[in-house]
T-cell receptor, first 114, second 111 residues
């Protein structure tokens, strides 16, 4: 299995809702990433987990809360989001968090905040 | 602040034409460089990467890129494009503790 899967594919939520994005990989990778991509913009790194520990948090607002329950799963909990948070949220994984390791990307979750 | 620039936002070529996509970065230290491709409806995937050694790097599907340190550039090339190369191409730079993507270049190859 060489895929990174993400659920749901699409999510529409109100500003008072609480929802979660899920990411899963079964390649034995020990580094997992969350990116945010706005339309016609490049992906922007949000969080990096290395060996299930948060190693990089790129000054992301606290309304985004990552969680790595085990080496195969990565969640992004969402609460009290703003309309400007609407974007494509990409998950990626790599064997380790070393830069020479290729990152494998999932298809993304298209999030719309109303 | 560090940045990655891709000056060609949209490129249209006929099949068999040669391709060169520009990528420039602004960071004075050691960098690791990547080109990613996103085919329509598919995930981002790695085309090639440079870490050290030969500045001319060969990737998948006939792509290559040349790292020119003095010009802070890492341009992507392919001698003869095919219709199946139609995709979005992203240059990316790792600076040691940060990973940045460029704004992307949309390539359309006309049969």
């Amino acid at each position: 299995d060489t895929e990174v899967t993400q659920t749901p594919k699409h999510l529409v939520m109100g500003m008072t809702n609480k929802k979660s994005l899920k990411c899963e990989q079964h390649m034995g990778h020990r580094a997992m990433y969350w990116y945010k991509q706005k339309a016609k913009k490049p992906p922007e790194l949000m969080f990096v987990y290395s060996y299930e520990k948060l190693s990089i948090n790129e000054s992301v607002p606290s309304r985004f809360s990552p969680e790595c329950p085990n080496s195969s799963l990565l969640n992004l909990h969402l609460h009290a989001l703003q309309p400007e948070d609407s974007a494509l949220y990409l998950c990626a994984s790599s064997p380790t968090a070393q830069p020479e390791d290729e990152q494998f990307f999932g298809p993304g979750t298209r999030l719309t905040v109303l | 602040a560090q940045s990655v620039s891709q000056h060609n936002h949209h490129v249209i070529l006929s099949e068999a034409a040669s391709l060169e996509l520009g990528c420039n970065y602004s960071y004075g230290g050691t960098v690791n460089l990547f080109w990613y491709v996103q085919y329509p409806g598919q995930h981002l995937q790695l085309l090639l990467k440079y870490f050290s050694g030969d500045p001319l790097v060969k990737g998948i599907k006939g792509f290559e890129a040349e790292f020119i340190k003095s010009k802070f550039s890492f341009n992507l090339r392919k001698p003869s494009v095919q219709w199946s190369d139609t995709a979005e191409y992203f240059c990316a730079v790792y600076t040691g503790n940060q990973f940045y993507f460029g704004t992307g270049t949309s390539l359309t190859v006309i049969p």
